[in-house]
């Protein structure tokens, strides 16, 4: 990776990352460990927990993992008490749980739609409200959220509302919480390449190909893409912005919800 950020810029810092064990999460998780940070990820499966975090440790970070479904807001609570007894506490919380899968309306059950809107709002609440007398004052708070928050897709509309209601829950913890100096702001990625996210929208390499040249970019972003806003999000750099939405899509949310019907 070529960091454009100074080395041990979060020396000492604490970073909490929900769904931190694989993908776009894990990259986060990994990117601010690089940068000095200590890392605690959370995740439900604990095999992929624990080789995430040998995966973080064998590159000298310290990590440690915590296995909690967001949805249960005790065991996020337990998860976030483990952490900061072994860490210190909490610098930068990030909430990046969430579920997805396609599938238009008439054939969705409300069991499906009911998993993700409890992974992706529920979760991001309990995460959110546990943490917050074991945040760090000044700190931060990252949602990883998605442009279905605000613009609709076919075969989404669990995750439309579920992203919009991550949305609206940061901007109102932006005004309740900014006077504490915990600032909050939600990431939406793009298309990502070799994430499960996409492999499950466009899973074939037509369907990406034809996804890839409609968007103003013309390319798929990377994991790194990500890291690297949210380590902006997190620094002094943006010591001025909360309550605001930060595409990193090459364009996807400029384009409308027809996107993925190609």
Avoid at 164 to 188: H, N, Y
Avoid at 221 to 243: H, I
Avoid at 246 to 258: E, I, K, R
Wanted: contains cysteine.
């Amino acid at each position: 990776m070529s960091n454009v950020f100074k080395p041990g810029l979060f020396a000492g810092k604490v970073v909490f990352v929900t769904g931190g064990s694989s993908g776009i999460n894990f990259r986060i998780a990994e990117a601010f460990g690089e940068l000095g940070a200590k890392v605690a990820i959370n995740g439900r499966k604990v095999d992929k927990l624990e080789a995430a975090v040998a995966a973080l440790r064998a590159k000298s970070i310290t990590a440690e993992g915590y296995a909690a479904d967001v949805r249960d807001y005790a065991a996020v609570d337990g998860a976030l008490e483990q952490a900061v007894k072994a860490l210190g506490p909490i610098d930068v919380l990030v909430c990046g749980a969430a579920g997805n899968f396609p599938a238009p309306v008439a054939m969705m059950s409300s069991n499906g739609f009911k998993a993700v809107m409890d992974i992706d709002v529920l979760g991001t609440f309990n995460a959110c409200r546990a943490a917050f007398e074991r945040l760090v004052k000044p700190g931060v708070v990252i949602a990883i959220s998605a442009p279905q928050a605000a613009v609709a897709y076919p075969m989404q509309a669990h995750v439309c509302a579920a992203k919009a209601g991550v949305d609206m829950l940061v901007k109102t913890l932006a005004m309740e919480w900014g006077p504490a100096g915990v600032r909050v702001m939600s990431i939406w990625p793009g298309p990502i390449a070799e994430t499960e996210g996409m492999d499950r929208l466009a899973g074939d390499h037509d369907s990406k190909k034809r996804i890839e040249q409609a968007l103003p970019l013309q390319s798929f972003g990377t994991k790194d893409d990500v890291a690297q806003l949210a380590l902006f999000l997190a620094s002094p750099a943006a010591k001025y912005v909360t309550g605001s939405v930060h595409a990193v899509d090459g364009g996807m949310s400029l384009l409308g919800g027809n996107l993925l019907s190609m």
